[in-house]
């Protein structure tokens, strides 16, 4: 079955720290890949994008993601965490023959000081 | 401004009434969907229509109604029949081919009493 695994639900990293989101798929197709971030009771709004071509994403806010095939892996990762990135991340996926996004469970990144 | 709207943001219900979400898009786009979203379970899709006048079932459909007689919405219906409605409710539409992001609308927390 085609899924979406987000590894941890909550991460929590030092402010200025490295970002480390992560997410797999199973599919043996490449899909399109995405990044999106939630704020409390808000909707959904895209961090970045995988479709074609370059496997490095550069997206919003300084976040970035690489497409690496052979590990079906789409992790989202940024250089320094600020305050302001504390909020939920899901990553979604557009299989092949399915309209719909499929969606990680979340992971929620919380910044302490 | 185009965006995708939906309304009431908090609803609130007793059991055994049937209740009506809003969604509305100016962004002329073709796909509309609709997703649930509960604590630590993502997003699932409820319903999604590709062209007016026809939808489909998601994966989660049983208890839930839509329709799409106009481009710009598609509303829906959480019955009676459905057994755990509380949750928020988000809309989302794009524009065709396959591949291209969604947006999302700022959701519905349906709440019942």
């Known amino acids: 079955a085609q899924s979406v695994t987000q590894l941890g639900s909550h991460v929590s990293v030092s402010e200025g720290a490295l970002v480390l989101l992560r997410c797999n798929y199973s599919s043996s197709v490449p899909p399109y890949l995405f990044w999106y971030v939630q704020y409390p009771n808000q909707g959904l709004q895209l961090l970045l994008k995988?479709?074609?071509?370059?496997?490095l994403v550069k997206g919003i806010n300084g976040f970035e993601a690489e497409f690496k095939k052979s590990e079906t892996s789409f992790h989202l990762t940024k250089p320094s965490a600020h305050m302001s990135d504390a909020a939920e991340y899901f990553c979604?996926?557009?299989?092949?023959?399915?309209?719909?996004?499929?969606f990680g469970s979340g992971t929620r990144l919380q910044v302490q000081p | 401004d185009g965006g995708i709207t939906q309304s009431p943001k908090y609803l609130f219900r007793k059991e055994g009434q049937n209740v009506t979400l809003s969604c509305e898009q100016n962004l002329n786009h073709d796909a509309m969907y609709w997703y649930r979203q509960d604590p630590g379970q993502g997003l699932r899709l409820i319903y999604y229509s590709q062209i007016v006048n026809d939808f489909q079932k998601g994966d989660i459909a049983e208890g839930y109604s839509v329709s799409r007689e106009k481009k710009e919405s598609f509303p829906l219906t959480v019955t009676s029949a459905q057994k755990n409605p509380t949750a928020f409710y988000l809309c989302?539409?794009?524009?065709?081919?396959?591949?291209?992001?969604?947006?999302f609308g700022p959701g519905t927390r349906l709440t019942v009493l």
């Open positions: 989302a539409s794009n524009k065709e081919p396959q591949g291209n992001e969604q947006f």
């Open positions: 995988y479709t074609t071509g370059a496997t």
């Open positions: 979604a996926v557009s299989f092949t023959g399915r309209r719909a996004l499929t």
